[in-house]
């Protein structure tokens, strides 16, 4: 709130018992955006890019909207072991009409996609899972990917640190899903980190 106040652009108002913060993020002159949130509880915070996707979450935590439990979405799934980061997209296969600058013919093919970072025992583990069409649409994407990693190694094969963190890569289709696992000691991952952040300090 101390950081809220000393934003000039910083306003307040009501919504039901609550109350939504909106500011003018700036990273530079060129780069800015308006947020906003809500100190829902003590331990939740709700940001958003605008606030009518604040007041549509906290209609949900509220009671008044229906939640992602017991809806049957591809969003409403358990997390792994030990995660601390979830992240879901459903409709991937929608952005194909829009017009953006950029989108993966795998994100065509995709119905959804989920993804899971956390810890789980000393390790870093990243979980994810693409949902596609059909089991042979599966198929090919695991081998594109399954290329990408091999092309990967060959152009840095001279890198034992990025060739660990390949071989920890395990690419698997089963159905129509893409199952993308990853599981690295931390200490491995850091070191891994460390070298990559001493090579772009050196380029640079």
Not at 67 to 94: C, H, M, N, P, Y
Not at 131 to 146: F, K, M, N, Q, Y
Not at 176 to 203: F, H, S, Y
Request: net charge negative; with cysteine.
């Amino acid at each position: 709130m101390e950081l809220l106040r000393a934003n000039a652009s910083h306003r307040v108002e009501a919504f039901g018992d609550h109350e939504l913060h909106t500011w003018v993020q700036e990273v530079d002159a060129t780069h800015k955006s308006t947020v906003t949130g809500c100190f829902y509880r003590a331990n939740l915070v709700v940001v958003g890019r605008d606030a009518d996707e604040v007041r549509s979450a906290l209609g949900v935590l509220d009671g008044e909207s229906p939640r992602l439990a017991g809806s049957g979405s591809a969003l409403d799934r358990e997390a792994a072991k030990g995660t601390v980061f979830q992240g879901g997209v459903i409709g991937l296969a929608d952005l194909a009409g829009e017009h953006l600058p950029f989108v993966s013919p795998i994100i065509h093919h995709a119905e959804s996609l989920s993804l899971d970072l956390g810890e789980d025992g000393g390790d870093v583990v990243v979980r994810a899972r693409l949902v596609t069409p059909t089991p042979e649409v599966a198929g090919r994407v695991r081998d594109v990917l399954s290329g990408f990693r091999g092309m990967t190694a060959l152009e840095r094969d001279a890198d034992q640190y990025i060739l660990d963190a390949l071989d920890a890569l395990k690419i698997t289709a089963d159905a129509r899903t893409v199952a993308i696992d990853w599981r690295m000691p931390g200490v491995e991952v850091m070191r891994l980190v460390e070298n990559e952040w001493a090579k772009q300090r050196k380029a640079n």
